[in-house]
């Protein structure tokens, strides 16, 4: 017999995604480049389903059913181009490749058009959820060709996280529009994680609450607007106990934030489509901040902070802060929302921006219960912003004074906020009636001859400053 489905590629997210489809009915083809993976896999779960374990990739090609469906989970970037190439010359017409690995959406775009050009599908397919998820459901973001969704969507579907019995699967668009995705859904998450970082010091540095204390009022905030993965285990790592010191856990780490480039991704990208993405820049930033302990020690001796640092009131600065911690989520979800939109448009995607609202409900790092508002908010006409779908309207409205104290107050106190400051920032620059964008064309036209429109007639105009200042039609 023949195998339904393959994955090449078996260190932890290709055994725990091939475990999956098995444990799901499907017959699934094994392969990995170093074949003590391919083995240990099945000696350890062989009796979890129908596994067809491989050692060549000949054989792997040979023992699935057509048309092939491959899914390789290697090291992103080179090997899936390296493992594509030793593909190609032995799959058929209509055979569908898909990468579930954290590709570029870009290397996606040209591996489509490459694959096309053979007569196969590729999908490039974002996964989220980490190891569990690959394992017990993860959130699927599939990109590639409407066809190979035919064949394909039905698996993954039942592969996927399920909540309140719809899968968190659905084809996001053409070539490169599931990773895409799956970049803005991991931009979203360093947001999100700075955002609450940034609450936790305020109520630790400025309010002087304990770790302890501290994991107690995540848990109690996760019963609420902001319930998510995200609040729940912040809860646990706060309330965590270090086992050789006895001091909070929270403390004995290095305080320096690692990535591994799916922020800055999302970043670089905003900047060529021109959306700010504000609190996911300042979240990137905020990492690469932390990570430069030299210039930090430098400053900790050279810089001063404020003197006197007005006292706040307990209970009412706990409240105010979840009040600007749910605002700026707010906002780091509408810009994230925005440059999927920019994205759809330049490449033709079509994207369906509620859907994937749904999809992001289970199995990955950044569901939350507020998705379900995102969903309905793009159900009907799409808003100009999320900001101004009314059920995020009224949320940021109820909110907007508590974020305000909240920002003054970390200004007072010296506690960096750069996420809740850049999101208020945000949200004033799109409700102020008059940019002083007019003084930046105003400016660009006296040192570039940039020129500028008027806001009383039509037309672009240019004003001759070193002449006599007569106004000319550009
Ligand atoms: P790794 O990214 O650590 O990659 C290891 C796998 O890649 C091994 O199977 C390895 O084979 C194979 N490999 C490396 N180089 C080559 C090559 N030149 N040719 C063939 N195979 C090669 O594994 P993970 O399971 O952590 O991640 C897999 C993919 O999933 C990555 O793209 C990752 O970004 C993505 N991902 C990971 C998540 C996570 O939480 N870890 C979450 C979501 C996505 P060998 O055993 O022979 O060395």
Redesign the pocket.
């Known amino acids: 017999t023949q195998a339904q489905i393959g994955v090449?590629?078996?260190?932890?997210?290709?055994?725990n995604l091939a475990r999956n489809l098995a444990r799901n009915g499907f017959s699934v083809a094994l392969h990995?480049?170093?074949p003590?993976?391919t083995r240990s896999l099945v000696e350890e779960h062989g009796d979890e389903g129908v596994f067809v374990p491989t050692e060549s990739v000949a054989d792997f090609v040979a023992a699935l059913e057509r048309p092939r469906r491959i899914v390789i989970?290697?090291?992103?970037g080179?090997?899936?181009d390296?493992?594509i190439e030793?593909l190609i010359p032995l799959l058929d017409e209509g055979d569908i490749v898909i990468d579930?690995?954290?590709?570029h959406f870009a290397d996606t775009r040209r591996r489509e058009a490459q694959l096309r050009e053979h007569g196969l599908h590729f999908v490039g397919a974002?996964?989220?959820?980490?190891?569990e998820?690959?394992l017990l459901g993860?959130s699927i973001m599939p990109g590639g060709s409407k066809e190979s969704y035919q064949t394909l969507g039905p698996m993954f579907e039942k592969i996927a996280a399920q909540v309140d019995g719809v899968p968190c699967c659905v084809h996001v668009g053409p070539d490169g529009a599931g990773h895409f995705v799956k970049m803005v859904h991991n931009g979203i998450e360093y947001a999100d994680m700075q955002l609450i970082a940034e609450a936790y010091h305020l109520l630790r540095d400025g309010l002087g609450v304990s770790p302890k204390e501290l994991a107690e009022i995540f848990a109690e905030w996760n019963s609420g607007d902001l319930e998510s993965f995200l609040i729940e285990i912040t809860a646990e790592v706060l309330g965590h106990v270090d086992a050789a010191t006895g001091n909070a856990f929270v403390d004995v780490i290095v305080d320096q934030a690692e990535q591994?480039g799916t922020g800055r991704w999302t970043v670089q990208t905003a900047l060529d489509l021109g959306v700010p993405v504000t609190g996911i820049a300042e979240a990137t930033f905020a990492r690469a901040l932390s990570a430069h302990p030299e210039q930090r020690v430098a400053a900790q001796k050279a810089l001063p902070g404020p003197g006197s640092v007005p006292r706040a009131d307990r209970d009412t600065f706990v409240d105010d802060v979840r009040k600007a911690l749910y605002a700026s989520k707010v906002v780091a979800y509408a810009q994230g929302y925005d440059q999927m939109a920019a994205a759809s448009e330049e490449y033709g995607w079509d994207i369906d921006l509620g859907a994937m609202a749904t999809i992001w409900r289970g199995g990955c790092i950044i569901r939350a219960r507020f998705l379900d508002r995102i969903k309905e908010a793009y159900e009907h006409e799409r808003p100009e912003s999320l900001l101004v779908a009314p059920y995020f309207r009224d949320a940021v409205a109820e909110g907007q004074e508590a974020w305000r104290r909240v920002v003054v107050h970390a200004a007072q106190a010296g506690i960096p906020t750069p996420a809740f400051s850049s999101s208020l920032a945000y949200y004033d620059g799109l409700r102020t009636d008059r940019l002083p964008a007019s003084l930046i064309q105003g400016l660009r036209d006296f040192f570039g001859a940039h020129t500028y429109k008027r806001v009383d007639k039509e037309g672009t105009f240019h004003t001759l400053w070193s002449d006599d200042r007569r106004e000319v039609e550009a």
């Open positions: 090449t590629g078996l260190a932890v997210m290709g055994r990995n480049r170093t003590a993976r989970m290697v090291k992103a080179g090997p899936t390296a493992v030793e579930c690995g954290n590709a974002g996964v989220s959820g980490g190891e998820g690959a993860p591994k």
